[in-house]
């Protein structure tokens, strides 16, 4: 079955609903030049809110290993996605598995060396922008991820919908779909109908005779 992350979440009713909808990972987002970035204390109440097994997930762009720390104590992360070109010190440096964010434009698509990638905990393919860093909320052509192989379980990102995530996922094949602002009324705000009508579109995908790749490795 195709795993669901719901990212950019910032208030925690919505937490409980994406818990309550099935969702397998919770993302919150810390980066400084994003219009969902919470605070530790609001983390708090995000982790608080999560229900047990699902999967927090904070989101990096270049904040330092102290901010990282921080978050990961505050909202008690289970994993760590950067949203950058990633290193082998990266790697070191988290006490925490790493998803790898590869961006992918109509160049292809633009990763770490498979040495350090074959490290992580899995890899976030999302739509690579020039001068943009983090969540994009626009597609890029899947047909550049057809067939491509991953050292580690890939997560698919980058403009899904409720009308489009089925054809991703029948498309791709990815372990794990990914979306924020295609579930919301404005950034960080979820809209509950949004979100049922994604979950009902990965399990229509799932129950069409699809067989995904692995799952996406969670806790421990």
């Not at 719901?6 to 994406?18: K, M, S």
Request: aromatic share 4%.
């Amino acid at each position: 079955m195709t795993q669901v992350k719901i990212c950019g979440l910032t208030r925690p009713g919505d937490v409980e609903l994406a818990c309550v909808l099935g969702a397998d990972y919770v993302g919150f987002n810390f980066a400084a030049a994003s219009s969902r970035r919470v605070s530790l204390d609001s983390a708090r109440d995000l982790a608080r809110a999560t229900r047990p097994g699902v999967v927090r997930v904070g989101v990096f762009v270049d904040e330092s290993v102290e901010e990282i720390l921080a978050a990961i104590a505050a909202a008690r992360l289970d994993l760590v996605q950067i949203h950058r070109p990633l290193s082998a010190r990266d790697l070191r440096q988290s006490p925490l598995p790493v998803i790898a964010v590869v961006g992918v434009s109509q160049d292809g698509a633009d990763s770490a060396p498979t040495e350090v990638l074959a490290r992580c905990q899995s890899v976030l393919c999302d739509t690579a922008l020039p001068g943009r860093s983090g969540g994009t909320g626009t597609i890029f052509d899947w047909n550049l991820l057809v067939g491509r192989a991953w050292p580690v379980p890939m997560m698919l990102a980058g403009g899904l919908d409720p009308e489009n995530v089925g054809e991703a996922i029948a498309r791709v094949r990815p372990a794990a779909v990914d979306v924020a602002s295609g579930v919301e009324t404005s950034p960080g705000i979820k809209d509950e109908k949004k979100m049922r009508l994604f979950f009902e579109a990965v399990h229509r995908a799932d129950a069409s005779s699809f067989s995904p790749s692995s799952p996406v490795r969670g806790k421990g």
